[in-house]
Structure formats: C-alpha cells, structure tokens
C-alpha cells in the first residue's frame, strides 16, 4: 500500500514496477537542523533491478501556496549495463521546475546507482544525494486489512465487515523483508524557500512517441489507494494537484461517507483538517516533523489513514517500524539479500 498498489487489481503503472511511486518522506536531518531530507522510494516488488531508463522522475515542490511547482529535483538513468546504472540530477527552479522535460542545472551527472548493500553517497555544494536499492521502511499488515474489510477478491474494498474485530490483525508485516528503490536528498532548508511550509510530490512520467506522459504520482501516504478505485486511479496519477479538488473531492467524500458513517459535512471537514487534498505532502521545516508535517521513516502511516477513513473505529494494529533504520543519510536500511518474493 501506501502507493505501494496503484490499485488492488489495477497493478503498477503500464505493468512496470519501476514506474510505481511508492513512499514520498519530508523531515529535518537528525544531525543537522540547517537540513532537510526529500525521499522518493519506487519499484517495491523489483521485477528488473533498476530505474526505468526511459523515464523522468521528479520531486516537486511548491513553496507559495499556488499548487505550481516553484523548485524540483528531476532524475534521468541511463540503460542498466552488467549490473550497473547511472543517474543525473537536474535541479530547477522557476519556470524551469514546471517544464515536462529534464531542465535546470545539473548538479549531479552520471553517478554510480547503488545496486549493492554499500550505498553510494555523493555531494555536490551543500546537496548530498543517494539513488539505489534499500530497505523499504513501509510497514502494513495487509492481510489483516483484508479481513477486517469485505474484500473477497472484487475490484475494490467495500466496508467494514461487521464490526471492527481487533482478532482479525494477523500481527505479520508484509514488507518487513522488501526492498525498495530510493532517491533521497539532504538539502540545505534554506533552498526550499517555504513561506512557511512548502508542498511536495512525486511524479514518474514515461516517454512515449517523442512526448513524455505522465503514469504515477506521489503526495500523501496511504492516500489514492484507500479513497480511489481502480477505475479513478489512472485519472488521478495523469493529473496535477491543481486539479485534485475539482477530480477526486466527491470521492474522497464518496469513501469516509461509506467506511466512517461520515455525513458529507464532517467528512469535507476532516479531509480539509487532514489536508489531503491537493495530494502534496505539506512540511513546514519550522514545526516538529512526523505526518502531517512531513513524514518520518517510523511513522505508523496505515494506523493514521485508517483511524481517518473509518472515523477512529478501527481497532490497533500492533505493528512497530522496521529496527533496521540508519542514523545517518540514506536513513533507509541495508537491501535484504533474498527478498521476499512479490504477493500474488
């Protein structure tokens, strides 16, 4: 979950895992509170170990409250090639930030992609970079989630089935053995500009006859696959924040009205209060991080999402963040050598 399934029948984008937006995080550096990190984690259920040399993906971030991007971080890979891949790193500000192509100015070129356990860390100026395989710090018993849900293999969850039931936790986290392909910045918060608080979010767009076009995005955890169905969800990862009140408000509504016994007034409210849509990930680097301020590798994002969609009527789960956690950039543990196998 998280954006871990674009869908639970749907699957990844164009059947490509690398094209899968999974997690986006924002929090200050523990060591350094002149920093902030940016990660943007994909390809969960790695079929192919790499990034996705035909597409663009993008970090952007909104620091005036107009839903436009003002700064990005935009990522090329070239073609993997006897277990090696290389990545640049544009960054852009301006109207550049908001082109579809690659623009802005370089500011990492053709550094080594972290396929192994060791992580390449790079430094350009004040800006520390880390594109590779990790340890996915998503936790979720998903198999639980299926229980307490009528879920019996149709398109899409319908409701709570009966009253919720703290035996039908299995205590198992699905991702306790995966790994993840990550892109994670340490930048100077001075660079985000935010007035006070900026909005960030994932975009992978794949090149297609000559035209990139965008498949995936990424703004606030455990999101689009709680609230949309599989039908909505390509409208939602083609389209911009901009747009998400106008597109998905009655659907969101739709789902806390059907899950949560929410009037349509008390769920505008709290999707107002939570600030989920736009779908950006708000942080105000001035203000202690955890979600909705940013978003922390140990915060119990499935426990949040469904205390608001069921309206505080799901029991706990019982699951802790992964112990494998690094104190230091990337932040993301060691890869696992044999991960699990993707779910059927």
């Known amino acids: 979950m998280s954006n871990h399934f674009t869908g639970l029948n749907l699957g990844p984008p164009e059947g490509d895992t690398r094209l899968d937006l999974t997690d986006l995080y924002a929090f200050q550096a523990p060591a350094d509170t002149s920093k902030t990190v940016i990660i943007l984690n994909c390809n ?10 035909e597409a663009v993906y993008r ?6 409250g107009d839903l436009e991007t003002d700064l990005a971080l935009i990522l090329v890979f070239s ?20 082109k579809d192509e690659p623009a802005g100015e370089p500011i990492f070129k053709d550094i080594e992609v972290s396929l192994g356990p060791e992580p390449h860390l790079h430094t350009s100026g ?6 590779g395989v990790r340890s996915d710090a998503f936790f979720i018993d998903f198999a639980g989630i299926l229980n307490l849900f009528d879920y019996k293999g149709g ?11 703290p035996s039908r936790w299995t205590g198992k986290d699905l991702f306790a053995n995966y790994n993840v392909f990550s892109m994670a910045f340490e930048l100077p918060t001075s660079l985000l500009g935010a007035k006070p608080a900026v ?30 169905t599989d039908e909505i969800k390509p409208l939602f990862n083609k389209s911009k924040p901009a747009q998400d009140r106008e597109l998905f408000l009655d659907h969101l509504i739709h789902s806390m009205e059907h899950v949560g016994g929410y009037s349509r007034e008390q769920a505008k409210a709290v999707i107002d209060a939570e600030g989920v849509l736009p779908d950006m990930l708000s942080f ?8 909705p301020n940013g978003r922390l590798l140990t915060d119990h994002i499935v426990a949040h999402r469904l205390a608001m969609l069921s309206n505080g009527k799901i029991p706990p789960d019982g699951l802790k963040p992964h112990t494998d956690l690094l104190k230091v950039f990337p932040y993301l543990g060691t890869p696992h050598a044999h991960p699990d196998p993707p779910p059927a």
Do not use: M
């Open 44 to 53: 969960s259920f790695a079929k192919e170990a790499a990034f996705h040399p």
């Open 59 to 64: 970090i952007n971030i909104d620091n005036n």
């Open 79 to 98: 073609e993997p090639r006897d277990g090696r891949q290389r990545a640049t790193v544009y960054l852009a500000t301006g109207p550049e930030a908001r």
């Open 126 to 131: 004040p800006h520390t970079c880390f594109v």
């Open 155 to 165: 398109k899409n969850f319908t409701g709570l089935e009966g009253a919720p039931d």
């Open 199 to 228: 909005r960030i979010w994932g975009r992978v767009s794949i090149r297609r006859d000559g035209q990139l076009v965008p498949v995936d995005r990424s703004g606030n955890p455990t999101f689009a696959n709680f609230f949309f």
């Open 284 to 291: 105000d680097p001035a203000r202690p991080g955890g979600y």
